[in-house]
């Protein structure tokens, strides 16, 4: 059964930081891209940054020089670093674990977590 459960989100001031986390079970974490997303009310879910196994990046323009992905293959766990938060960085932050095997997609998420920007 894969799992990936996240934590580390909160309500923090406008300017601050707060790093999430995600740890990963049930599957070859090294064999999957994991990213980030998030979903403001009344918007749909977006990419934020994600992260190949070889430790590529990627980002949303509305993070770049803010967030920061990584991820550590050895503890199962991806990690998104934010600073300089904004009140347009509220959202639910769900975590994302996808691969590719031929034309077959395994795609799985985790339940979300609430980062609230808000003095």
């Known amino acids: 059964q894969v799992q990936l459960v996240e934590s580390g989100g909160g309500l923090v001031q406008p300017g601050g930081s707060l790093r999430l986390s995600c740890a990963a079970s049930?599957?070859?974490?090294?064999?999957?891209?994991m990213g980030w997303y998030r979903q403001a009310p009344g918007k749909q879910r977006e990419l934020v940054a994600t992260?190949?196994?070889?430790?590529?990046?990627k980002y949303a323009d509305s993070v770049k020089a803010r967030f920061t992905i990584s991820r550590d293959n050895a503890k199962n766990t991806v990690y998104l670093q934010m600073n300089s938060l904004k009140p347009e960085d509220t959202a639910v932050y769900y975590c994302?674990?996808?691969?590719?095997?031929?034309?077959?997609?395994?795609?799985?998420w985790g339940q979300g977590t609430q980062v609230t920007v808000s003095s």
């Open positions: 994302n674990a996808w691969r590719m095997v031929l034309t077959n997609k395994y795609d799985y």
């Open positions: 992260v190949t196994s070889e430790g590529t990046t």
């Open positions: 049930g599957i070859i974490f090294s064999w999957y891209v």
